[in-house]
């Protein structure tokens, strides 16, 4: 029985085999932990101007729902404009703990553009458009929300954009006193709108709290302040696409000079802690201006060497 050796042998060499060290495994990139960011006197301050400015807003608000004359007006305008500037200077802030508690879509709701004017309010083609002009609709805070995007996202009805839009106009054109004192044209409702978005403003912006931050947070932040950048860059260059949606004057203006300072600002102590991970941040910062971001894109997507 010759198969007997031939056996022996097969069987020998599949033990020798069985015994050899496993092929070699490709490594696998590490999973990064999220390293701890020491923000708490960074984020108190941010709290600080946004109660700030939130605070001189109601006031306004309660001075000229008291009695409204243009001076008042005026001032409650300003107020608007202010406050706004805080929240666009605290963009990487809010953003980063809309990030961390995934809250991002109450973000979105804070800032909420392009939209159309039409849906929320009397414009001169359309006298009677607009969810202030519509009696049959409650104004209320439940009623503003389930109304915020209803069936598209441009029919929003809360958001600084749309407070803008009620307060000022879509446009450069500022609304008449008399659009909020006035008999006709819905004076009353108007001024209901103002006094509810404003309290919603800022219901959504003390849910965005103070919490701990990690490096995964404020990247996960600055990738949606790049992305509020970019988006606001495209409307400036293509907004002649829909000729009904609007970005009011007020949010390209403030946004677009005060978005850079979120990152500009940022505390040294920050950016040290963020660097021991991912070097460069600082000189990322240095070569970005309020219309080029590319070196803090650049930092924060590095581009894929194709070789």
């Keep these: 029985m010759r198969f007997f050796p031939v056996l022996l042998l097969a069987l020998t060499l599949v033990a020798c085999d069985n015994n050899s060290p496993p092929p070699a495994q490709p490594d696998s990139p590490p999973t990064a932990t999220p390293r701890a960011i020491k923000t708490?006197?960074?984020?108190?301050?941010?709290?600080?101007?946004?109660?700030?400015?939130?605070?001189?807003?109601?006031?306004?608000?309660?001075?000229?729902?008291?009695?409204?004359?243009?001076?008042?007006?005026?001032?409650?305008?300003?107020?608007?404009?202010?406050?706004?500037?805080?929240?666009?200077?605290?963009?990487?802030?809010?953003?980063?703990?809309?990030?961390?508690?995934?809250?991002?879509?109450?973000?979105?709701?804070?800032?909420?553009?392009?939209?159309?004017?039409?849906?929320?309010?009397?414009?001169?083609?359309?006298?009677?458009?607009?969810?202030?002009?519509?009696?049959?609709?409650?104004?209320?805070?439940?009623?503003?929300?389930?109304?915020?995007?209803?069936?598209?996202?441009?029919?929003?009805?809360?958001?600084?954009?749309?407070?803008?839009?009620?307060?000022?106009?879509?446009?450069?054109?500022?609304?008449?006193?008399?659009?909020?004192?006035?008999?006709?044209?819905?004076?009353?409702?108007?001024?209901?709108?103002?006094?509810?978005?404003?309290?919603?403003?800022?219901?959504?912006?003390?849910?965005?709290?103070?919490?701990?931050?990690?490096?995964?947070n404020l990247a996960c932040g600055l990738q949606r302040t790049l992305d509020q950048h970019h988006r606001l860059q495209q409307w400036q260059n293509n907004h002649d696409n829909d000729e009904n949606l609007a970005v009011p004057a007020a949010t390209v203006a403030i946004q677009g000079k005060q978005l850079i300072n979120t990152v500009s600002t940022l505390p040294d102590a920050i950016v040290n802690q963020w660097q021991q991970t991912r070097p460069g941040l600082a000189d990322a910062i240095k070569a970005s201006d309020a219309e080029d971001w590319s070196a803090l894109d650049d930092w924060l997507n590095p581009p894929v060497d194709s070789d």
């Design 40 to 216: 708490d006197a960074w984020q108190k301050a941010g709290d600080q101007r946004l109660a700030d400015a939130a605070n001189h807003w109601q006031s306004a608000m309660a001075a000229f729902q008291a009695g409204p004359d243009q001076a008042r007006l005026d001032s409650l305008r300003q107020a608007a404009r202010q406050w706004y500037a805080s929240v666009s200077q605290a963009y990487l802030l809010l953003a980063s703990r809309a990030c961390a508690s995934e809250q991002q879509d109450r973000l979105d709701r804070v800032d909420s553009w392009p939209l159309y004017p039409g849906y929320l309010d009397a414009l001169p083609q359309w006298p009677d458009s607009g969810l202030i002009n519509d009696p049959t609709l409650a104004l209320t805070a439940d009623s503003l929300r389930n109304q915020h995007g209803a069936t598209d996202d441009g029919e929003a009805s809360l958001g600084f954009a749309a407070l803008f839009v009620v307060l000022e106009g879509p446009g450069d054109d500022l609304k008449p006193l008399k659009a909020y004192t006035g008999k006709a044209d819905s004076p009353d409702r108007r001024r209901q709108y103002l006094a509810l978005v404003g309290t919603q403003l800022q219901q959504d912006i003390q849910a965005l709290d103070v919490r701990p931050l990690t490096d995964r």
